[in-house]
């Protein structure tokens, strides 16, 4: 059973489309976190919810709206993409800030 | 700011030990977390530490000074398989989350 699955795990599009990544953890975990991972590989933090509630909402172009259904869904939206928007977006989920948290295997977002 | 600084890069033969270091700016951080990402792979989690000292985990260990703002996470008896990026991460309790450094890339050879 996979614990944190999102899809999808490629997104090839072009520039100024908008664009959904899905997000299901089956862990039971309170909290959820969205991350992007740059060429650079530094992975930065973005936002996290707590029990549907966010909690973290770094600077970022809000242009990306996470969206929390219930607490073992977030969803990341993305309007009018940009070529800097190309990275690695991972999902996570942890029990709460402070326990290990269990990623998702990635989506892979390239711009053309 | 958090900053948190690690080697780019380091290189080891299999069946050696390598120690990779990690250093924080003391204020702000409750606590370490060491992460393993193979390429192309998500990170997983390797070891949390919060008081001072040492946690063994098998070939693994990890040892945090919070006063002088110091980690490291010992390797031992490498195998090629643990040729990965190693991602220090301390967690900041006043924001409530991870603040990761930019990876040590880790090569084992034969």
């Known amino acids: 059973d996979t614990a944190v699955s999102q899809t999808p795990k490629y997104l090839v599009t072009q520039m100024g489309n908008d664009k959904s990544i899905k997000c299901e953890q089956n862990l039971g975990h309170d909290t959820m976190y969205w991350y992007k991972q740059d060429s650079k590989k530094f992975l930065k933090i973005m936002f996290s919810y707590n029990n549907k509630e966010l909690i973290i909402n770094e600077t970022v172009p809000n242009r990306f709206s996470p969206k929390s259904p219930d607490k073992a869904h977030l969803n990341l939206h993305i309007n009018s993409l940009e070529l800097g928007d190309s990275a690695v977006y991972f999902c996570a989920s942890s029990q709460d800030g402070s326990q290990p948290q269990h990623f998702g295997d990635g989506t892979r977002l390239s711009i053309l | 700011g958090q900053n948190i600084d690690q080697p780019t890069e380091m290189t080891a033969t299999e069946g050696a030990i390598v120690q990779i270091n990690c250093t924080y700016q003391?204020?702000?951080?409750?606590?370490l977390f060491w992460y393993q990402q193979h390429a192309g792979e998500a990170p997983t989690f390797l070891s949390y530490?919060?008081?001072?000292g040492l946690e063994e985990k098998g070939r693994f260990s990890s040892f945090l000074s919070r006063s002088k703002g110091y980690s490291y996470l010992l390797l031992k008896e490498l195998q090629m398989k643990d040729s990965a990026s190693y991602l220090c991460?301390?967690?900041?309790?006043?924001?409530?989350?991870?603040?990761f450094g930019a990876g040590t890339r880790l090569a084992v050879h034969p």
């Open positions: 003391t204020s702000g951080f409750n606590g």
């Open positions: 991460a301390g967690f900041s309790g006043g924001y409530n989350k991870l603040i």
């Open positions: 530490n919060v008081l001072d």
